[in-house]
């Protein structure tokens, strides 16, 4: 029994041995460096060619009001065209003014009669003044003389105040154009009624010259401020506005350059002027900004098709010394042809790829050749 068991168990052993022999299978060999990616490469180069900066305006006017009447009542007249140009000092509403003329009339009454009241004050404390000096009158009488011909005169003050604030209702009840400018299409109509300081009648813009408001950069602000010390010339095209392939056809200039920058954004408010004789500008109209470069060095430029956008951030790939590339972002400015400008990122005579990018990935080995295009002689098939 004891050999029997014996022979078992070796059997058993050895046929495991035989599985786990059976089990082994060969361990690939260790992985080589990847290999190089094949790419078109090609040197950064700088332009003389005149561009423009663009950035998005709004065109609004220098002056602007909302018409509101400052007294109650009823429209009874409107003597202008919707959208007419509007001289300062024109008059443009009129509001019922019975109520207040008869206030007007009525306060002039009363001041008659405290102006009477006056000269009787005034007769009295005369009178009483002369008796005082021959003794024949008391004290408390000259002083009761006085007191009254003293009120008599605030009563009469305070009557021509009166008069003042009616008039300046009546005034109100006829509404002028503030400025010469260009008006909009009425609010209201004959016969509406009107409340103090609600009611929006219309409104009256200036329309010569138009501004143009846009926002720049803070690390442009040195530049911009140089352009407003220097000023510009009637002729001058720093600074013109288009709207789509229609270049506005005259020239405008730095008003004003806002006072902060805005700390949420990094951008500062810059305002442009535009004279506008034709009236073709108009509030609310939005344009793009065109600013000529002004700057003495040539500007640095790429091959667009060189840039890879990720996550709304532009970088290219810069070749270094040992044949690998790195991710250098990059700040872009005015496309020209199939060409960008870089403000930053990168500089004349520094080689980047532009052609197979899409198989690169920082630090990638890279070999300076044409990527060859599926279903070309020796290529690769495309993977399906």
Avoid: W
């Avoid at 009546?170 to 109509?189: C, E, L, N, R």
């Avoid at 219309?202 to 010390?229: G, H």
């Avoid at 108009?282 to 500007?299: D, I, L, P, Q």
């Avoid at 960008?340 to 790829?353: D, L, P, S």
């Amino acid at each position: 029994m004891l050999f029997k068991r014996i022979g078992y168990f070796t059997t058993v052993g050895c046929m495991l041995a035989i599985v786990s022999c059976g089990d082994k299978k060969p361990q690939p060999a260790a992985q080589g460096p990847a290999p190089a990616v094949p790419v078109t490469t090609t040197k950064v180069t700088t332009t003389d060619a005149v561009y423009y900066d663009e950035y998005p305006g709004t065109v609004t006017a220098l002056n602007q009001v909302e018409l509101r009447a400052q007294v109650n009542g009823y429209i009874t007249g409107i003597y202008f065209q919707d959208g007419a140009r509007v001289k300062k000092g024109q008059r443009l509403y009129t509001i019922d003014q019975q109520a207040y003329e008869a206030n007007y009339q009525q306060a002039q009454a009363n001041l008659a009669v405290q102006e009477a009241n006056l000269v009787r004050a005034q007769k009295d404390a005369d009178r009483y003044h002369e008796l005082d000096k021959q003794d024949a009158i008391a004290k408390q009488q000259v002083d009761n003389a006085d007191a009254t011909l003293e009120a008599a005169k605030k009563q009469v003050e305070a009557a021509k105040a009166n008069i003042r604030a009616v008039q300046t209702n009546v005034k109100y009840s006829t509404i002028y154009a503030p400025f010469d400018g260009t008006i909009g299409i009425s609010q209201v109509k004959v016969g509406g009624p009107i409340y103090a300081g609600q009611t929006i009648m219309n409104t009256v813009s200036s329309d010569n010259p138009m501004a143009v408001d846009f926002a720049i950069n803070q690390q442009e602000l040195y530049r911009f401020t140089q352009l407003q010390q220097q000023g510009t010339k009637p002729k001058d095209s720093v600074f013109t506005i288009a709207f789509g392939n229609e270049v506005y056809p005259i020239p405008g200039s730095i008003s004003l350059i806002d006072r902060a920058v805005d700390v949420q954004t990094g951008n500062i408010k810059t305002r442009l002027v535009f004279p506008n004789p034709r009236n073709m500008l108009r509030a609310g109209m939005t344009t793009n900004v065109r600013v000529k470069n002004t700057a003495s060095t040539a500007a640095v430029i790429i091959p667009y098709k060189a840039v890879v956008e990720q996550l709304g951030t532009f970088f290219v790939y810069a070749v270094t010394d040992s044949s690998t590339v790195t991710q250098r972002p990059v700040a872009l400015g005015t496309q020209i042809g199939t060409n960008v400008i870089v403000k930053e990122g990168v500089k004349a005579g520094e080689t980047i790829v532009v052609q197979g990018v899409q198989n690169l990935r920082e630090g990638s080995k890279i070999t300076d050749a044409p990527p060859q295009q599926p279903g070309a002689p020796g290529a690769a098939p495309a993977k399906k």
